[in-house]
């Protein structure tokens, strides 16, 4: 049917001719037909070049007519179509599987079966050293050399993962390595930074032990006591001496009581969130405070009180008190007698509230200050035993202020006394403007 249609003018022609040679003479007939067949030629040529253009830019669309030409390029034009639409496709699954690869936190690296590099993400070059632009064709033993992967890399038996510690920009990671063959010629490096993980394994062990020592030590003393009540004949103890030992008891009892509810109240502030919090007026939770604090002294330290009446707090009353009193008690515990103590609430010129509590105590060492809220840690495990503290206030002040967003400032130095600053963020607090003045004591 396309060549009828494409022939048609040239049949037309010859038809025509014969009509003139037979009622004009022949020559009309052949010169109508050599016109026929020179239009014929040119129409076919221009249809040709046309085709030829497509041909050397397959890209566009195709020319709308080509006469005979259409029965190659309509078949060729939906192959080309297709095979362009399928590699748009592949385009775009390679693409996200890079952005994929890129957004892992891992390391990737993908090599030939002789363990030279083709591609790596970005994390290749934090963890392992390895840039793509630099590395790509090298091999992964010339930049990562550790004998013990080496060794491990060659013996092909993968299912088990290499550990390594390797120390980058001054910090230690532990990194894990992963070998895998995804083909014959092509094997997938993966290097995991699990610092984090090893970190908490750690804590987790510390916290265990810790949990251990601290238990143990009153039910050693209980035990003690009991035995030696138990053993010893009724006359041998005298009543002064009974009443003593059941007074050293319940203080131990109770110590491990406090232990237990403030390991509860640290697991009840880890799993749940805060819910139906409410403006709080700080100046009464403040002043509750202050009245276990002055107790706790009695009378020997010099407090300054700096308290604005105005700022509430949107949260818990409860944890927010336990926060407060847990610091001021704190500084009251750990300043010599006759030292001063600075208590102050106020707004700070970007509108964020501040609770601070500043004393003249033994101070903190600096490399100490970063683990003053871990559970249990103690600078002086002596004096904090001393003190009747179970070394678990901190770590539940921390998680208080995680739930009200808000963070804890720590400042101190050896014999000239530690600053402790609560700072709330301004969208957490709310300032009542028909309020009295500044109370300062």
């Known amino acids: 049917m396309a060549w009828f249609k494409s022939n048609l003018v040239l049949f037309a022609g010859i038809i025509l001719g014969f009509v003139l040679s037979f009622f004009f003479g022949g020559y009309w007939g052949v010169g109508v037909l050599t016109l026929f067949i020179l239009y014929f030629i040119y129409r076919d040529r221009k249809y040709y070049r046309a085709t030829l253009a497509w041909a050397n830019n397959t890209t566009g669309s195709p020319p709308p007519y080509v006469g005979r030409y259409d029965e190659i390029i309509t078949p060729l034009y939906k192959v080309f179509r297709t095979q362009r639409n399928e590699i748009i496709r592949l385009e775009h ?12 936190s891992a390391a990737a690296v993908t090599m030939d079966k002789n363990f030279t590099i083709e591609w790596c993400n970005r994390n290749a070059k934090t963890l392992l050293g390895i840039d793509y632009a630099e590395d790509r064709g090298f091999n992964l033993f010339n930049i990562i050399r550790i004998p013990e992967f080496y060794e491990y890399a060659l013996q092909k038996d993968w299912s088990k993962a290499y550990t390594n510690t390797a120390e980058i920009d001054g910090r230690t990671y532990h990194l894990r390595f992963e070998l895998t063959q995804y083909d014959d010629n092509s094997i997938l490096l993966l290097c995991i930074d699990n610092t984090q993980l090893e970190k908490l394994r750690t804590t987790q062990q510390d916290f265990v032990a810790n949990v251990s020592h601290e238990i143990r030590t009153p039910l050693t003393v209980l035990i003690g006591f009991l035995e030696t009540i138990s053993e010893l ?3 041998a103890l005298t009543v002064e001496q009974r009443r003593q030992y059941q007074i050293l008891m319940k203080e131990q009892a109770d110590r491990m009581l406090a232990i237990v509810a403030d390991l509860l109240t ?8 805060l819910q139906n919090g409410m403006p709080i007026r700080m100046l009464d939770v403040i002043q509750t405070a202050r009245q276990q604090a002055e107790v706790l002294s009695n009378d020997k330290h010099s407090f300054t009180w700096d308290i604005a009446d105005n700022i509430y707090i949107e949260g818990n009353y409860n944890e927010l008190s336990s926060a407060i009193t847990n610091l001021v008690t704190n500084a009251v515990r750990y300043t010599p007698t006759d030292g001063d103590i600075t208590v102050r609430w ?14 003249s105590g033994i101070g903190i060492a600096p490399r100490d200050i970063p683990r003053l809220t871990e559970r249990f840690y103690r600078v002086d495990k002596s004096r904090s035993r001393a003190s009747g503290g179970t070394g678990l206030g901190l770590a539940i002040t921390k998680h208080i202020l995680i739930r009200h967003n808000a963070k804890l400032q720590i400042t101190s130095k050896i014999n000239k006394g530690s600053t402790f600053s609560i700072i709330f963020p301004q969208e957490c607090v709310t300032i009542e403007k028909d309020s009295t003045p500044r109370l300062t004591t």
């Open 93 to 104: 699954v390679n693409n996200s599987i890079l952005s994929a690869a890129e957004a892992l």
């Open 233 to 235: 004949p009724p006359e």
């Open 266 to 273: 640290l697991s009840t502030l880890e799993s749940t969130k």
């Open 346 to 359: 106020y707004l700070d010129p970007e509108g964020q509230a501040v609770f601070s509590v500043k004393d």
